[in-house]
C-alpha cells in the first residue's frame, strides 16, 4: 500500500524554463514531507522539506509547495539546470508520532535537455 | 566530511547463499535506516533503530531478514538464504532524530 505516490517516473525540461514534480499522499497523519534528489550510483541526498503548517518553502531555484487539502505537494525548480538531472524522491514522515521513519514514493526522474 | 559508508558496493551470490551487507552511520547519530531499493515500489523501509534498539523492522520479511547493531559505529543486515527476488539495491541511512537522513551509497545485490 503506497501512501505517497509520484504517478510520473519520468520529466523532460529544457535547460531555464521550469522542471514540476508532483506527489501525492494519502495518510493526513503524515506532517512533514521531504524531497531527495539521487544520482546514479549514490544514496539519495536531502534537498528541501515542508512542514505541514506552512504552505510553501523556498529554497534558491528550488520551491516546495504544499496543498493540504488536496494532499498534493510540488517541487519547483526555477530555472532547470542540466545538473539538476537527477531521480526525485519525494518523502513524508508522522513528525508528531515521534517516529523518525520516513515513507518515499517511487521517483520521478529528472532529464534537463541543454 | 562525516559519511554513511556500506560495504560491500556490489554482491553477487547465488540463491540459497547468505548475504551480510554492513552501514557504518555517521558519528554521533542515533538513528539507523535500512531501505531497499525497487523499481516497483521506491525506497522501502526495511528496519530501523534509535539508540541501537530496533523500533520497527515491519517491512522485512522475517524469515529470512535481519538486522542488527552490535555497537553504534556497525549496522548489519543479513539475507539468509538469498532468493532472485532480494535482488535490489539496499541502502543504509542515518540521522540525529532529526528530520534528514543521510544515506550511504548503498549496496546493489544480485542473487542469481
Known amino acids: 500500500d503506497q501512501q505517497v505516490k509520484q504517478n510520473s517516473p519520468s520529466l523532460s525540461v529544457q535547460e531555464g524554463r521550469i522542471s514540476i514534480l508532483n506527489c501525492d499522499y494519502t495518510?493526513?497523519?503524515?506532517?512533514?514531507f521531504l524531497w531527495y534528489k539521487k544520482y546514479p550510483a549514490e544514496g539519495p541526498t536531502f534537498l528541501i522539506s515542508i512542514s505541514s503548517i506552512k504552505d510553501k518553502n523556498e529554497d534558491g531555484r528550488f520551491t516546495v509547495f504544499l496543498n493540504k487539502s488536496a494532499k498534493h505537494l510540488s517541487l519547483h525548480i526555477v530555472p532547470s539546470q542540466p545538473g539538476d538531472s537527477a531521480v526525485y524522491f519525494c518523502a513524508a514522515r508522522r513528525r508528531l508520532s515521534g517516529a523518525n521513519n520516513l515513507f518515499f514514493g517511487t521517483g520521478t526522474r529528472l532529464t534537463v535537455i541543454p | 566530511d562525516a559519511r554513511v559508508t556500506q560495504t560491500p558496493r556490489h554482491k553477487v551470490t547465488e540463491m540459497g547463499q547468505e548475504v551480510t551487507m554492513r552501514c557504518q552511520p555517521i558519528l554521533g547519530h542515533n538513528t539507523v535506516f535500512w531501505y531497499r531499493q525497487t523499481m516497483m515500489q521506491g525506497l522501502e523501509l526495511l528496519a530501523y533503530?534509535?539508540?541501537?534498539?530496533?523500533?520497527?523492522d515491519s517491512g522485512m520479511p522475517k524469515d529470512r531478514f535481519s538486522a542488527e547493531m552490535p555497537d553504534a559505529t556497525l549496522a548489519t543486515l543479513k539475507i539468509q538464504p538469498s532468493e532472485p527476488r532480494d535482488s535490489a539495491v539496499y541502502f543504509c541511512?542515518?540521522?540525529?532524530?532529526?528530520?534528514?537522513?543521510?544515506f550511504g551509497p548503498g549496496t546493489r545485490l544480485t542473487v542469481l
Open positions: 541511512a542515518s540521522g540525529a532524530d532529526t528530520d534528514t537522513q543521510y
Open positions: 495518510n493526513s497523519m503524515f506532517d512533514y
Open positions: 533503530f534509535r539508540n541501537r534498539a530496533p523500533l520497527d
